[in-house]
């Protein structure tokens, strides 16, 4: 299993952009898919963006040619830029790996977008 932790959540205007960022604490090169997952209140929670080892990515429909996500081995790092943020996109977001057959959570970092 890998310890993840996320960072760079906040208060952001709509329309404005904002980089989250999750660090591994170990080695991300053979971790299958690394992704990003938000879960607003009273809502389920959704898959964002997620990229695998090879550097395919998918995102989710509402996301599409807004938000990039990114892996970068040798700092152990996925990083999620968003941009042209929407104010229903307010909601603790998640970083998830999945490595041989087992999935890992982040504790979640808020991000708001409100004017």
């Known amino acids: 299993q890998v310890q993840l932790v996320e960072s760079g959540g906040g208060l952001v205007q709509p329309g404005g952009s904002l980089r989250l960022s999750c660090a591994a604490s170990?080695?991300?090169?053979?971790?299958?898919?690394l992704g990003w997952y938000r879960q607003a209140p009273g809502k389920e929670r959704e898959l964002v963006a997620q990229?695998?080892?090879?550097?395919?990515?998918d995102y989710g429909d509402s996301v599409k040619d807004r938000f990039t996500i990114s892996r970068d081995s040798a700092k152990n790092t996925v990083t999620l830029q968003m941009n042209s943020r929407k104010p229903e996109e307010t909601a603790v977001y998640y970083c998830?790996?999945?490595?041989?057959?087992?999935?890992?959570w982040g504790q979640g970092t808020q991000v708001t977008v409100s004017s």
């Open positions: 998830r790996a999945v490595a041989a057959g087992v999935h890992s």
């Open positions: 170990r080695s991300i090169f053979n971790i299958n898919r």
């Open positions: 990229i695998t080892s090879g550097g395919t990515t």
